[in-house]
């Protein structure tokens, strides 16, 4: 068995490259999982990051982390899976292969803490209680990991307009409709359904 000073010599990359192989490992030994690959879709158009796994993960998260409140903003209300996507499509490629990865730790992650299912498939107080084990982990990158995918998901909600008025938020000083960058519009024009 593998000493804490044996993980600890392990650089953040090799310690997720190792747990996605591990989970890897146990999805072709009988339970296949969803497949990572390729692009998924949202409401009829495509993504160009997130696969649909990846968006069963995101989603399943932010239902254990978002508030649930009657009045609140829902998660496709704000839109936040196409925010996820729309951001890891703009980030250095090392950046984006990082988050992807931290995405299938936390999926398959229950598996390796006895649960019989993958996160996206838990009830939500199973999920809660993962997300709170990672919060707490004696291992920094699963702490990390943890904290990262929950401060974006509450990032990317709040950011949205439709959370304002919850929040006693009046909008940004200016009142100026945003614009839009170039690479904005590509995205937009990429994912326009067919």
Same mark, same amino acid.
Request: some cysteine; glycine content about 8%.
């Given at each position: 068995?593998?000493?804490?000073?044996?993980?600890?010599?392990?650089?953040?990359?090799?310690? @997720?490259?190792?747990?996605?192989?591990? +989970? /890897?490992? *146990?999805?072709?030994?009988? =339970?296949?999982?969803?497949? %990572? !690959?390729?692009?998924?879709?949202?409401?009829?158009?495509?993504?160009?990051?997130?696969?649909?796994?990846?968006?069963?993960?995101?989603?399943?998260?932010?239902?254990?982390?978002?508030?649930?409140?009657?009045?609140?903003?829902?998660?496709?209300?704000?839109?936040?899976?196409?925010?996820?996507?729309?951001?890891?499509?703009?980030?250095?490629?090392?950046?984006?292969?990082?988050?992807?990865?931290?995405?299938?730790? @936390?999926?398959?992650?229950?598996?390796? +803490? /006895?649960? *019989?299912?993958?996160?996206? =498939?838990?009830?939500?107080? %199973? !999920?809660?209680?993962?997300?709170?084990?990672?919060?707490?982990?004696?291992?920094?990158?699963?702490?990390?990991?943890?904290?990262?995918?929950?401060?974006?998901?509450?990032?990317?909600?709040?950011?949205?307009?439709?959370?304002?008025?919850?929040?006693?938020?009046?909008?940004?000083?200016?009142?100026?409709?945003?614009?839009?960058?170039?690479?904005?519009?590509?995205?937009?024009?990429?994912?326009?359904?067919?």
């Amino acid at each position: 068995m593998m000493g804490d000073s044996a993980i600890r010599g392990l650089s953040r990359r090799q310690l @997720l490259v190792g747990l996605v192989t591990c +989970a /890897g490992a *146990l999805a072709a030994c009988g =339970r296949r999982g969803p497949s %990572a !690959r390729g692009r998924g879709s949202l409401d009829g158009a495509p993504m160009l990051v997130l696969s649909d796994a990846h968006a069963a993960t995101l989603t399943a998260l932010a239902e254990v982390v978002l508030p649930n409140e009657p009045g609140t903003p829902s998660i496709a209300g704000t839109g936040l899976i196409r925010r996820f996507d729309e951001e890891f499509y703009f980030v250095e490629e090392s950046v984006r292969q990082d988050m992807l990865m931290a995405l299938a730790v @936390l999926e398959w992650q229950p598996l390796a +803490a /006895g649960h *019989l299912h993958r996160f996206s =498939r838990l009830d939500a107080a %199973a !999920r809660s209680a993962v997300v709170e084990r990672l919060l707490n982990s004696r291992f920094e990158v699963l702490r990390a990991i943890a904290t990262s995918l929950r401060v974006a998901v509450l990032f990317f909600y709040y950011a949205h307009p439709a959370t304002w008025p919850v929040t006693g938020f009046d909008g940004p000083f200016s009142h100026l409709a945003p614009q839009l960058s170039e690479q904005r519009l590509r995205y937009r024009q990429l994912t326009a359904r067919q």
